[in-house]
């Protein structure tokens, strides 16, 4: 049987991150970065959370050969923790600037990588460290590179 064939039993991938200073990271990644918020609640002992919309998510694994790769890649050596964010955008650059002005620290600007995307490396509020990404080629035209295609059946 071939993944395609399977029903998926996870409906909704949350990541959730803890925040300190749970305004600064709300206005970085609602406002700056542009993710739209779909849920706010709060409780007792002043409790809150933001939901706030990503749009598709995908579960990226990779083994320690491959993120040591693409830290060389996208910084040019080893910086990421075990658990990075990624994040598809439409300008890479201006996006990178404009979270920059909104209080991120670029770890490396826009840089297009083998599998033909522009990315750039960014220290986020939360203690996340992000990746943001454009892709210069669709799914299809990469998969036909060497080296870069999928191991999934088609």
Request: hydrophobic share 45%.
């Amino acid at each position: 049987m071939s993944t395609d064939d399977r029903t998926p039993t996870v409906r909704q991938l949350r990541l959730v991150v803890e925040a300190e200073d749970y305004e600064a990271a709300v206005a970085f990644f609602r406002d700056a970065l542009g993710l739209p918020e779909q849920a706010a609640f709060s409780g007792a002992g002043d409790a809150r959370v933001v939901i706030l919309d990503a749009g598709r998510a995908t579960l990226e694994i990779a083994n320690p050969a491959q993120k040591r790769m693409i830290d060389e890649v996208e910084v040019g050596r080893q910086v990421a923790p075990k658990i990075r964010v990624a994040f598809e955008v439409d300008d890479a650059p201006a996006a990178t600037a404009r979270l920059v002005a909104a209080g991120a620290t670029e770890i490396a600007p826009p840089t297009v990588t083998p599998w033909h995307s522009l990315n750039s490396r960014l220290h986020a509020p939360a203690g996340l460290q992000l990746t943001l990404f454009q892709e210069l080629r669709d799914l299809d035209d990469r998969a036909t590179l060497d080296g870069f295609g999928t191991d999934r059946e088609r």
